[in-house]
Protein backbone atom coordinates (compact mmCIF):
# COMPACT_ATOMS: atom_id res chain seq x y z
CA UNK A 1 0.00 0.00 0.00
CA UNK A 2 2.92 2.46 0.94
CA UNK A 3 4.14 1.89 -2.52
CA UNK A 4 0.60 2.80 -4.53
CA UNK A 5 0.42 5.96 -2.23
CA UNK A 6 4.02 6.54 -3.05
CA UNK A 7 3.75 6.74 -7.05
CA UNK A 8 0.20 8.26 -6.84
CA UNK A 9 1.63 11.10 -4.77
CA UNK A 10 4.49 11.11 -7.36
CA UNK A 11 2.13 11.06 -10.08
CA UNK A 12 0.65 14.04 -8.48
CA UNK A 13 3.79 16.16 -7.71
CA UNK A 14 4.33 16.02 -11.60
CA UNK A 15 0.65 17.02 -12.66
CA UNK A 16 1.08 19.83 -10.05
CA UNK A 17 4.44 20.36 -11.86
CA UNK A 18 3.24 20.19 -15.51
CA UNK A 19 0.19 22.39 -14.65
CA UNK A 20 2.06 24.83 -13.10
CA UNK A 21 4.32 25.62 -15.76
CA UNK A 22 2.12 25.53 -18.56
CA UNK A 23 0.12 28.56 -16.21
CA UNK A 24 3.30 30.43 -16.23
CA UNK A 25 3.91 29.97 -20.04
CA UNK A 26 0.28 30.98 -20.86
CA UNK A 27 1.08 34.00 -18.68
CA UNK A 28 4.01 34.58 -19.86
CA UNK A 29 1.91 34.93 -23.38
CA UNK A 30 -0.13 37.79 -21.96
CA UNK A 31 2.77 39.54 -20.75
CA UNK A 32 4.10 39.51 -24.04
CA UNK A 33 0.92 40.97 -25.21
CA UNK A 34 1.05 43.94 -23.07
CA UNK A 35 4.76 44.67 -23.61
CA UNK A 36 3.67 44.61 -27.51
CA UNK A 37 0.95 47.45 -26.23
CA UNK A 38 3.13 49.20 -24.25
CA UNK A 39 5.40 49.78 -27.05
CA UNK A 40 2.31 51.71 -29.12
CA UNK A 41 3.54 54.53 -26.16
CA UNK A 42 5.01 58.17 -27.96
CA UNK A 43 8.51 58.25 -28.36
CA UNK A 44 9.20 61.53 -27.16
CA UNK A 45 12.64 63.65 -29.18
CA UNK A 46 15.54 64.33 -27.09
CA UNK A 47 15.05 68.06 -26.23
CA UNK A 48 11.03 67.37 -25.88
CA UNK A 49 9.94 69.43 -28.57
CA UNK A 50 7.47 66.62 -30.63
CA UNK A 51 6.24 63.21 -29.99
CA UNK A 52 5.22 60.57 -32.11
CA UNK A 53 3.88 56.90 -32.51
CA UNK A 54 5.73 54.82 -34.94
CA UNK A 55 3.54 51.98 -36.84
CA UNK A 56 6.34 50.17 -38.99
CA UNK A 57 5.22 47.92 -42.30
CA UNK A 58 5.97 44.57 -41.84
CA UNK A 59 5.04 45.46 -37.72
CA UNK A 60 8.55 43.37 -37.32
CA UNK A 61 11.34 45.06 -39.56
CA UNK A 62 12.97 42.91 -42.06
CA UNK A 63 15.54 43.10 -43.71
CA UNK A 64 15.31 44.93 -47.05
CA UNK A 65 12.26 47.19 -48.12
CA UNK A 66 10.05 48.34 -45.27
CA UNK A 67 7.80 51.27 -44.26
CA UNK A 68 7.44 53.58 -41.37
CA UNK A 69 4.14 55.07 -40.48
CA UNK A 70 5.07 58.13 -38.17
CA UNK A 71 2.13 60.21 -36.42
CA UNK A 72 3.74 62.82 -35.12
CA UNK A 73 2.66 65.74 -32.64
CA UNK A 74 3.43 68.46 -30.51
CA UNK A 75 4.20 68.13 -26.65
CA UNK A 76 -0.06 68.43 -26.09
CA UNK A 77 -0.80 65.92 -28.48
CA UNK A 78 -1.82 67.68 -30.84
CA UNK A 79 -0.96 66.75 -34.38
CA UNK A 80 1.68 68.53 -36.11
CA UNK A 81 1.50 69.20 -39.53
CA UNK A 82 4.16 70.71 -42.15
CA UNK A 83 7.03 69.56 -40.16
CA UNK A 84 10.20 68.28 -42.18
CA UNK A 85 11.67 64.98 -41.34
CA UNK A 86 14.80 63.88 -42.56
CA UNK A 87 15.08 59.88 -42.06
CA UNK A 88 18.15 57.89 -41.13
CA UNK A 89 18.82 54.11 -40.98
CA UNK A 90 22.00 53.39 -38.56
CA UNK A 91 23.08 50.23 -37.38
CA UNK A 92 25.17 51.66 -34.77
CA UNK A 93 27.24 48.27 -34.06
CA UNK A 94 28.65 48.49 -37.47
CA UNK A 95 28.79 52.23 -37.46
CA UNK A 96 27.20 52.12 -40.84
CA UNK A 97 23.59 53.37 -42.19
CA UNK A 98 21.31 52.11 -45.15
CA UNK A 99 22.94 52.35 -49.34
CA UNK A 100 19.34 53.93 -49.63
CA UNK A 101 18.02 57.33 -49.33
CA UNK A 102 14.42 56.86 -47.41
CA UNK A 103 11.29 58.72 -48.74
CA UNK A 104 9.52 60.95 -46.75
CA UNK A 105 5.55 61.67 -47.49
CA UNK A 106 3.14 64.15 -45.23
CA UNK A 107 -0.45 63.20 -44.79
CA UNK A 108 -3.13 64.29 -43.30
CA UNK A 109 -3.19 64.78 -39.49
CA UNK A 110 0.26 64.67 -38.64
CA UNK A 111 0.56 61.15 -40.48
CA UNK A 112 4.07 61.08 -42.26
CA UNK A 113 5.03 58.13 -44.56
CA UNK A 114 8.60 56.73 -44.77
CA UNK A 115 9.40 54.88 -47.83
CA UNK A 116 11.95 52.75 -48.98
CA UNK A 117 13.49 52.26 -45.30
CA UNK A 118 16.16 50.03 -46.56
CA UNK A 119 17.68 47.63 -43.53
CA UNK A 120 20.74 46.04 -45.13
CA UNK A 121 21.44 43.21 -42.69
CA UNK A 122 19.61 41.83 -40.11
CA UNK A 123 20.59 43.38 -36.22
CA UNK A 124 19.98 46.07 -33.84
CA UNK A 125 18.93 49.44 -35.96
CA UNK A 126 18.03 52.74 -34.75
CA UNK A 127 16.07 55.08 -37.10
CA UNK A 128 17.02 58.51 -36.62
CA UNK A 129 14.01 61.17 -37.01
CA UNK A 130 15.40 64.80 -37.37
CA UNK A 131 12.00 67.21 -37.04
CA UNK A 132 11.96 70.90 -38.32
CA UNK A 133 8.67 72.51 -37.58
CA UNK A 134 9.24 76.73 -37.75
CA UNK A 135 11.89 77.46 -35.81
CA UNK A 136 12.69 74.44 -33.55
CA UNK A 137 14.43 71.10 -34.10
CA UNK A 138 14.73 68.26 -32.61
CA UNK A 139 15.21 64.43 -32.87
CA UNK A 140 13.52 61.37 -32.23
CA UNK A 141 15.90 58.02 -31.97
CA UNK A 142 13.44 54.41 -32.71
CA UNK A 143 15.32 51.19 -32.08
CA UNK A 144 14.28 48.16 -34.13
CA UNK A 145 15.26 44.74 -34.31
CA UNK A 146 15.60 43.15 -37.79
CA UNK A 147 15.10 39.85 -39.15
Given at each position: ?????????????????????????????????????????????????????????????V?????????????????????????????????H?????????????????????????????E?????????????????????
Amino acid sequence: MANKNSTLTHLLFVLLVAVTAFSVACGASDDDERNNADEDAALVSQSGHFEAHLSPTPASPVTGENTLHIHLMDPEGNDLTGASLAVEPWMPAHGHGSPEEPVVEEGSDGMYTVSNLVYSMPGHWEVRIDITHDDTSDRIVAEFDVQ
